[in-house]
C-alpha cells in the first residue's frame, strides 16, 4: 500500500497584513486538500481571515500554531509558478509578497464574494424520434415545440431561453422525455456578438521570414523576441499565426495590449480568426463587470480558455501549458502599475516566460530604448517588418514652425494656415481627418492680465483647466472642481484671460473655420458613457464624422482607411518636462499619431505644429528614422547614467505637512546613506516637480545602481527599521516611468 506523506504545517500570507508569512497546522480532514496556492480562512486573534498558502512543511520553528480552520475550494487558486513570480515580484520591486499576490489573484476572485451563476437547463432525456414528436404534436404542442427545439440544440439549453411556458418543461420532465437540471452560466462580455470566422492571410515575403522566426521560437524557445514593424506592417497577423501554432501544438497563450487599444476593434480581430473556437478566447480588461471578470477567471483557471487577451494584469493570467506570450506595443508607459506593486507588465512577461521556458515576442513600431538595446546588446533576438503591408507608403510628415505662424496671424493659435488647408482640402475630397492633442478641457489656464493671478488647484501646485462643456474649472490630478470666474479673483480685473489650448477648443476652432464638417471630440469627456467610445468609432468609420478630434484615444491602433489627414497640434506638449524620457515618449506618440494617416489607397499627410521645429524626437519622427533616434538617445542615457546603463529607485515621501515631508526625507537620506552598497548613486531629497498632489507635499529621493536586487534588500532593510510620522507615507518605486 502506498502511504503518502502529508505535510504538517502551512505556511501562509494573510490578505491586507503586513506581507509576513505565518505558519498553521494542517488538520488531518484538511490534508488532502491543500497545496501551494490554496486559499485558506485562518485564526488571526479572535477573527477569520483570508490567507493564501505559499509553502508546505514538515516543522516549523514557530511557537502557540493554531489550525487552518477552512480550505477555500477543492483546486489551489494560485498555481505554484504564479507564486514563484510572485516572489520574484515582491524581491525585484521591493514589496510585500502579499501585495504581489494582490496583483496575481484577481479581487473577486481572491475575496470568495462573487459566485458562478446557475440556472436551470433542459436537455433531452433520450433519443427522441420524430414519430413521438409528431404524436404529441395533436395533444400537447407546446411539449412537441420544446422537444423540436432541444432536439435543434443538441445539448442543454437554458429554461430561460426556451420559448415555451414552464408547464411544458414540468410536463415533458415528468413523462421521462426531458432532464431539468442545475448547471454554471457564464456571463461572457462578448457573448451577445457574433463573430465570423476571419481567415488568415497569406504573409508577405518580410512577414514570413519575421514569422519562421516566432515558429522556431514557439517549438524552441530561445531568447525573447523583439519584432519592430513600422504601423501598419503587419505584426498583428504575425502575432495571429504565432498563436495559431500554439494551440495546434496543444498549448496556450497570453496577448498583453494596452489597456487603450483593448478596443472592440482589437477583440474582434482577435476573436473573428478563432471564432471557430470562440469560447476558448478570454478578454480581461478593465470594463468588466465582477461577475465578467470572475467567470472570465475562472475560464481560464478551468483550462477552458487556451488565448487570454488583456491588458497589464493579464500577465498573471492562471494559464497552463503556456506556449507563448505577446506582448504588443512592448514600450507602452501603461505596462507600469502605478501603485503597489510597482511592477511592469512586460518585464514581467520575460521573467514568466523565461519560468514556464515558453517563447515570448514583443512588438513595436517604437520599441522601448531598453528593450532595442537588449536587441542589440544580444539579450532579445530583432526582428524587422520594414514596410507596410502592400507597400503602401509611410506617411508624408511635414513640420508647421508655430513661432513663424504666431508672428504672422500677430496671436496665439491653435491651427495654423497650412493645416487649415489641409482640412479644407479633404472636405472637398471627402476625406477624414484626425486632429490630436493630448489635453483635454479647454484652455489650460486662467491668467489674469493685469496683476497675473493664476488659477491653480488649492490641492495641487498645478493650474486649473477650465471645461467649457462643464463651465468649470477642474484639476486634472485630484479632479478638484470650481466656478470658473468672470473677474480675477484677486484684483476684480474683468480681463481675465484663457491661455494653452485643449481638446475642447481644437473643437471649437474647427467647428468655426469649417461649419459645414460634421466634428466630433473624443477624449475622457465626452467618451464616459459606456458605449459612447463604441459608437463615435463606428460613426467614424462609416464615414459620418469628417473630423475626428481627440486625446491620445485616437493615438493607438485604430485603423482607418479614408483617414488620409493627420494633424498634431501641439508637439512640444510632453517634450519640456523634468524626465529623462520625454524626448522618446514625444517620439513615440508622433510616430503612433502620424501611423493613423495613410492607412488605405490614398498617402497620407501629417502636419506637426511646434514650437520647437528642430528638436531631435521631431526630426527623427518626421524621417520615420527610429534607428537614428536610438542612436542618440541611447548616447544620452549613457552620458547621463540613465537606464538602462543603471537602474533608477524612485522614493517618495509625501504627508499634508510640508515639514514632516521635508524632515523625513532627510532622515532617510541620511540612513541609507549609511546602509547602501558602494556602487550606488543616491541623490538630496528634493521637493517633487509636482511639489503638492491631493493636499500632500511630496519630497523626492533618487537612486541610481547597476546591480538592483542588492539594493531592493538595503532599502527593505531600511524601510523595515524606520518608523515614520504617523501622517508621512513613503513609496518606493523601482524602474520609475513617473518622476514628477
Ligand atoms: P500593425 O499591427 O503592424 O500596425 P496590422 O497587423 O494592423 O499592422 O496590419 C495592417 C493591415 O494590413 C490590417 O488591416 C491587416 O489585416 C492587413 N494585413 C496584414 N498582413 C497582411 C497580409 N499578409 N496580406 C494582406 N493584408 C495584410
Ligand atoms: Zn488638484
Redesign the pocket.
Known amino acids: 500500500m502506498m502511504v503518502l506523506r502529508m505535510p504538517k504545517f502551512a505556511r501562509v500570507i494573510v490578505d491586507q497584513s503586513g506581507g509576513n508569512a505565518f505558519d498553521y497546522e494542517i488538520s488531518a480532514a484538511h490534508a488532502e486538500k491543500i497545496a501551494i496556492g490554496s486559499r485558506v480562512r485562518v485564526p488571526v486573534r479572535t477573527r477569520l481571515v483570508l490567507a493564501t498558502v505559499v509553502e508546505l512543511l514538515d516543522e516549523t520553528d514557530a511557537t502557540g500554531v493554531r489550525e487552518i480552520a477552512e480550505v477555500i475550494g477543492t483546486k489551489p487558486l494560485v498555481n505554484p509558478l504564479l507564486i514563484r513570480l510572485g516572489h520574484w515580484i515582491a524581491d525585484y520591486y521591493c514589496c510585500s509578497l502579499e501585495a504581489a499576490l494582490r496583483s496575481i489573484l484577481p479581487q473577486v476572485v481572491r475575496k470568495g464574494e462573487v459566485e458562478h451563476q446557475r440556472r436551470k437547463f433542459a436537455r433531452l432525456a433520450r433519443e427522441i424520434s420524430d414519430d413521438e414528436i409528431a404524436q404529441l404534436e395533436r395533444r400537447a404542442p407546446k411539449q412537441a415545440d420544446v422537444l423540436i427545439d432541444l432536439k435543434k440544440a443538441g445539448g442543454p439549453v437554458a429554461v430561460a431561453k426556451l420559448p415555451a411556458a414552464r408547464q411544458a418543461i414540468e410536463q415533458l420532465a415528468k413523462r421521462g422525455f426531458v432532464i431539468v437540471e442545475d448547471g454554471q452560466i457564464e456571463r461572457d462580455p462578448h457573448g451577445a456578438d457574433e463573430f465570423l470566422h476571419a481567415p488568415q492571410?497569406?504573409?508577405?515575403e518580410e512577414?514570413h521570414a519575421v514569422f519562421e522566426r516566432a515558429q522556431s521560437a514557439v517549438r524552441n524557445p530561445q531568447a525573447p523576441l523583439l519584432l519592430h514593424?513600422?504601423?501598419?506592417?503587419?505584426?498583428?497577423?504575425?502575432?495571429l499565426q504565432a498563436i495559431q501554432l500554439v494551440l495546434d501544438l496543444g498549448k496556450s497563450a497570453i496577448v498583453l495590449v494596452p489597456e487603450i487599444s483593448l478596443t472592440p476593434q482589437t477583440v474582434e480581430?482577435f476573436k473573428s480568426r478563432f471564432a471557430a473556437s470562440q469560447k476558448q478566447v478570454a478578454v480581461l480588461h478593465s470594463h468588466l463587470s465582477h461577475g465578467e471578470r470572475h467567470d472570465e477567471w475562472h475560464k481560464i483557471n478551468d483550462g477552458r480558455a487556451r488565448i487570454v487577451i488583456g491588458a497589464r494584469s493579464a500577465i498573471f493570467a492562471p494559464v497552463e501549458n503556456l506556449g507563448l506570450i505577446v506582448v504588443?506595443e512592448e514600450h507602452e508607459n501603461s505596462y507600469k502599475q502605478e501603485e503597489a506593486p510597482r511592477y511592469h507588465a512586460r518585464d514581467v512577461a520575460v521573467v514568466r516566460a523565461s519560468m514556464e521556458k515558453c517563447a515570448i515576442l514583443l512588438?513595436s513600431?517604437t520599441p522601448s530604448i531598453e528593450s532595442y538595446h537588449n536587441a542589440q546588446s544580444g539579450k532579445y533576438e530583432l526582428l524587422q517588418?520594414r514596410q507596410?503591408?502592400?507597400s503602401q507608403k509611410m506617411p508624408l510628415i511635414r513640420i508647421v514652425d508655430m513661432r513663424l505662424e504666431t508672428t504672422k496671424q500677430k496671436a496665439p493659435t491653435v491651427l495654423s494656415d497650412r493645416l487649415c488647408a489641409a482640412i479644407r482640402d479633404r472636405l472637398t475630397k471627402r476625406e477624414q481627418s484626425i486632429l490630436f492633442l493630448n489635453r483635454r478641457g479647454f484652455s489650460t489656464s486662467l491668467i489674469c492680465a493685469q496683476c497675473g493671478y493664476v488659477c491653480d488647484c488649492p490641492n495641487c501646485s498645478i493650474a486649473l483647466t477650465f471645461h467649457r462643456a462643464a463651465n468649470r474649472l477642474i484639476c486634472h490630478i485630484c479632479g478638484h472642481t470650481a466656478v470658473a470666474p468672470t473677474k480675477c479673483p484677486d484684483c476684480a480685473d474683468p480681463r481675465i484671460k484663457y491661455s494653452g489650448a485643449g481638446t475642447e477648443r481644437v473643437e471649437e476652432a474647427v467647428a468655426r473655420f469649417f461649419p459645414e464638417a460634421a466634428v466630433q471630440r473624443m477624449d475622457a469627456d465626452t467618451m464616459s458613457r459606456k458605449d459612447a467610445y463604441r459608437e463615435t468609432l463606428h460613426a467614424f468609420r462609416a464615414g459620418k464624422i469628417d473630423i475626428l478630434v481627440g486625446t491620445q484615444m485616437i493615438a493607438k491602433?485604430l485603423?482607418f482607411p479614408n483617414v488620409t489627414l493627420v494633424g498634431i497640434i501641439n508637439a512640444d506638449l510632453g517634450l519640456h518636462l523634468p524626465d529623462f524620457r520625454a524626448g522618446e515618449r514625444t517620439f513615440q506618440l508622433l510616430t503612433q499619431v502620424a501611423?493613423r494617416a495613410g492607412?488605405g489607397e490614398v498617402e497620407g499627410e501629417v502636419f506637426v505644429q511646434s514650437f520647437t521645429p528642430f528638436h531631435p524626437a521631431i526630426q527623427f519622427a518626421r524621417h520615420h528614422d527610429f534607428e537614428g533616434f536610438w542612436q542618440q538617445e541611447i548616447e544620452f542615457r549613457q552620458q547621463g547614467s540613465f537606464p538602462p546603463f543603471t537602474h533608477m529607485v524612485l522614493i517618495t515621501i509625501r504627508s499634508p505637512h510640508e515639514t514632516k515631508a521635508a524632515f523625513s526625507a532627510e532622515t532617510l537620506t541620511r540612513r541609507l546613506r549609511d546602509a547602501i552598497p558602494p556602487e550606488t548613486n543616491l541623490s538630496e531629497p528634493v521637493p517633487a516637480p509636482l511639489a503638492k498632489s491631493h493636499g500632500n507635499f511630496r519630497f523626492q529621493i533618487m537612486l541610481r545602481t547597476r546591480a538592483i536586487l542588492k539594493l531592493t534588500r538595503t532599502l527593505r532593510d531600511v524601510l523595515e527599521k524606520l518608523t515614520f510620522p504617523e501622517d508621512v507615507i513613503a513609496t518606493v518605486d523601482i524602474d520609475p516611468y513617473q518622476l514628477l
Do not use: F
Open positions: 492571410l497569406v504573409l508577405n512577414q514593424g513600422v504601423t501598419g506592417s503587419g505584426k498583428t497577423e504575425i502575432y480581430r504588443d512588438g513600431a517588418l507596410r503591408v502592400d491602433g485603423h501611423g492607412r
